[in-house]
């Protein structure tokens, strides 16, 4: 069955950068897209960006252009989530989703990245 | 403030019917774009419940139904169950944004 695994959680200094992981299984990585979603605590689901995995192509929300960078690896089944210049309002869970047809059809566990001094 | 507008909460009695809306607009979904829906238990991730508009995946129960009308979409859940207490999803494609939306969400509290 689809596994989305993500790494574990972290925790940041306003300012520092977090690169986030989401491995998977399942099914051929290369067939479905990868998007990232947030969800500021007590908010709602945020689209923050996403990866076609077959060839690369990234967009981005433009609330975050120019702070997030989506990358994926093929051989390693992983997609990767870095958000750079982290401020408090950053913090969040931060979920991997895999779509078809423009449906989150399976999401990983989520990771949740603390921002604070 | 999201692209797709749902009411903040909704409440029903076991064995009740209620209904979720999710409006949007001429560029998400009165343009066309699929309408799915999500349930997100407490302290869980999100899973999808209902995609494009009316379908279920295997599992999902047929008390969970979703329609669209116009610029407008719906999610009924019939014959509540305290299980079903949980916060709920709307989310399309917004073609002025370029990207995908999701619903403020609406959480749902059986009494």
């Known amino acids: 069955q689809v596994q989305l695994v993500q790494s574990g959680a972290e925790v940041k200094k306003p300012g520092a950068s977090v690169k986030v992981s989401c491995k998977a299984s399942?099914?051929?990585?290369?067939?479905?897209?990868m998007h990232w979603v947030r969800q500021a605590p007590g908010q709602g689901l945020e689209w923050m960006g996403w990866?076609?995995?077959?060839?690369?192509?990234?967009k981005y929300s433009q609330k975050f252009q120019g702070r997030v960078t989506i990358t994926s690896d093929t051989s390693a089944s992983t997609a990767y989530m870095d958000l750079s210049s982290l401020r408090s309002e950053d913090t969040a869970i931060y979920y991997c989703?895999?779509?078809?047809?423009?449906?989150?059809?399976?999401w990983g566990q989520g990771t949740l990245v603390t921002v604070s001094s | 403030q999201s692209v797709l507008t749902q009411p903040p909460s909704v409440s029903g009695a076991p064995g009740q019917r209620v209904t979720i809306s999710c409006t949007g607009s001429s560029s998400n979904i009165g343009a066309g774009y699929d309408i799915h829906w999500y349930q997100q238990l407490p302290g869980t991730a999100p899973k999808l419940l209902i995609y494009s508009k009316t379908n279920r995946p295997s599992g999902v129960p047929d008390r969970f139904s979703g329609s669209k009308s116009g610029t407008s979409a719906s999610l009924a859940i019939t014959g509540l169950q305290a299980e079903d207490e949980a916060d709920y999803y709307c989310?399309?494609?917004?073609?002025?944004?370029?990207?995908?939306?999701f619903g403020g969400g609406t959480k749902l509290t059986v009494l």
């Open positions: 399942g099914y051929t990585f290369t067939n479905s897209a």
């Open positions: 989310q399309s494609y917004d073609n002025s944004l370029s990207h995908w939306v």
């Open positions: 989703a895999r779509t078809n047809t423009g449906i989150f059809d399976s």
């Open positions: 990866i076609s995995t077959g060839n690369g192509n990234t």
